[in-house]
């Protein structure tokens, strides 16, 4: 265990669906990250949060939409999703929120399957 | 643009068959390298960062090497149970991390 979690593990919805991932990390740290992780492509970073504060959105669409309400929970809130946006969605955490090159320590993800 | 390229796309070896993995980057002023692990249906799990040209890791049957252009992963005498996708990404700044596609390693008994 890293010490990311993320729930549920497993979501299927419809695209006229409103549902919200959660990540809890349990190691002190300040940034916390969203990664979509689609079959044949790379990791793709899609927002970053430090100390709560948004930092990154790295274009992407508004049917995707992120909550910080503290330093331990990020959320991400889906609506009206496309079949493409079938993924595993992963959730990281970092120490510092200065920029560094911090690890970042990945939950198990949720598989996401839009019909 | 930094890109990260990872080779081979998969790679299959007996147990005990050593070899390499391959990681290239292109980012101007590179800040740290990391490697991840990835099970199936699982997050990556992280396994060393190298910063500097030279450098060098090692945990049990695999070693980290840096230089300018690129990171080996080496896996000696490897176990059914080092079967997984090895993810390389680079440190981009601002807690960006580029990753490689990944090589999906198995190891047969």
């Known amino acids: 265990e890293t010490g990311v979690t993320q729930t549920p593990r497993h979501l299927v ?5 409103k549902k919200s991932l959660k990540c809890e990390q349990h190691l002190g ?14 990791l793709e970073l899609m927002f970053v949060y430090s100390l709560e504060e948004r930092v990154e959105n790295n274009s992407v669409p508004s049917r995707f939409s992120p909550e910080c309400p503290n330093s331990s929970h990020l ?8 079949p493409e946006d079938s993924a595993l969605y992963l959730c990281a955490s970092s120490q510092e929120a200065s920029g560094g090159e ?3 320590y990945f939950g198990p993800g949720t598989r996401l399957l839009v019909l | 643009e930094d890109q990260v390229t990872q080779s081979p796309e998969a790679l299959r ?4 068959e050593s070899s390499s993995l391959n990681c290239s980057y292109t980012v101007s002023g590179l ?8 099970d199936p249906g699982k997050g ?13 890791k090692e945990k049990e049957r695999l070693k980290a090497t840096l230089t300018k252009k690129e990171s080996f992963l080496h896996i000696t005498a490897p176990k059914p149970e080092d079967s997984a996708t090895y993810l390389c990404a680079v440190f981009q700044g601002a807690q960006k991390l580029v990753f490689g596609q990944g090589t999906r390693l198995t ?3």
């Open chain 2, 31 to 38: 800040r740290g390298l990391f490697w991840y692990r990835q």
């Open chain 1, 75 to 82: 959320f991400l809130h889906l609506h009206t999703l496309q």
């Open chain 2, 44 to 56: 990556p799990e992280f396994l060393f960062t190298l910063y500097s040209a030279g450098e060098e």
């Open chain 2, 13 to 16: 070896l007996q147990e005990g």
């Open chain 1, 102 to 104: 911090e690890t970042q």
């Open chain 2, 107 to 109: 190891i047969n008994p």
């Open chain 1, 29 to 42: 740290h300040n940034a916390m990250y969203w990664y979509k992780q689609s079959a044949k492509k790379p």
């Open chain 1, 13 to 17: 919805m419809g695209m006229t669906n």
